[in-house]
């Protein structure tokens, strides 16, 4: 994950690439965090990646690997970070389960902020901020914004129709958990549901691994 990262495998198809300059085992510690099958160092920053050229005119996930918005995170290494993406021409995606933080900093221009909002109900499965938090987050914030729906969890339609609503994202991105963590899903037809009516306030971007729960 040194470097600027060409977009691959499950990540979002919508992004070109990843950058990942504050690294390690994340704060949050979601038990299905598909970056567990990885070995987990301590929560660092990659001095060096402080000379990666971003190039021009990509769409950088900056932060896939870990969540750099977390409250332990030292604010120097997201500064550092966000200056270094200011350099360059690129759109940013900056996605945090922990989004009020996003307030405490000058973000580049081109920004689109992001947050994971798996389900409406609490399962205990996350040291995160809890979802409704989130939720309400999001909901104050007037830059460019989206949600993901992954991996998607059982639900109340209802409310998480009405949260979407409120949000006002771009679009909203809905996948599955890939790595069998055994969650409590939702039936096809309530996933079918949600699609339908979250197409009637924006764009929802299916990804592959969600095919698994609409059989």
């Known amino acids: 994950m040194m470097g600027l990262n060409k977009q691959s495998g499950n990540m979002y198809a919508f992004v070109t690439h990843t950058w990942n300059p504050i690294r390690g085992k ?12 990885y070995p987990q160092p301590e ?37 550092n970070t966000l200056i270094h993406c200011s350099l360059y021409a690129n759109r940013y995606l900056f996605q945090s389960k922990d989004p009020e933080r996003f307030g405490d900093f000058v973000l580049p221009h081109n920004s689109l902020l992001g947050t994971t909002i798996e389900t409406n109900r ?14 309400d987050t999001m909901t104050r914030i ?27 994202p771009e679009f909203v991105s809905i996948g599955a958990d890939s790595k069998g963590h055994k969650l409590l899903e939702p039936s ?9 009516e979250l197409e009637a306030l924006t764009i929802v971007k299916i990804k592959d691994n969600l095919k698994r729960l609409l059989v």
């Open 122 to 135: 609490e399962y205990g499965m996350t040291k995160a901020p809890p979802v409704w938090e989130r939720y």
């Open 43 to 79: 929560l660092y920053f990659a001095e060096k990646e402080m000379s990666t050229d971003l190039g021009e005119g990509n769409f950088i996930f900056v932060g896939s690997s870990t969540d750099m918005w977390a409250k332990i995170v030292p604010i120097p290494w997201i500064t």
């Open 188 to 196: 096809p037809s309530k996933i079918r549901m949600l699609i339908e």
């Open 142 to 168: 007037y830059q460019p914004r989206m949600v993901s729906i992954e991996p998607i969890m059982d639900f109340d339609l209802g409310i998480m129709v009405e949260w979407i609503g409120r949000i006002e």
């Open 26 to 37: 994340c704060p949050h510690d979601c038990n299905y965090c598909y970056m567990k099958v």
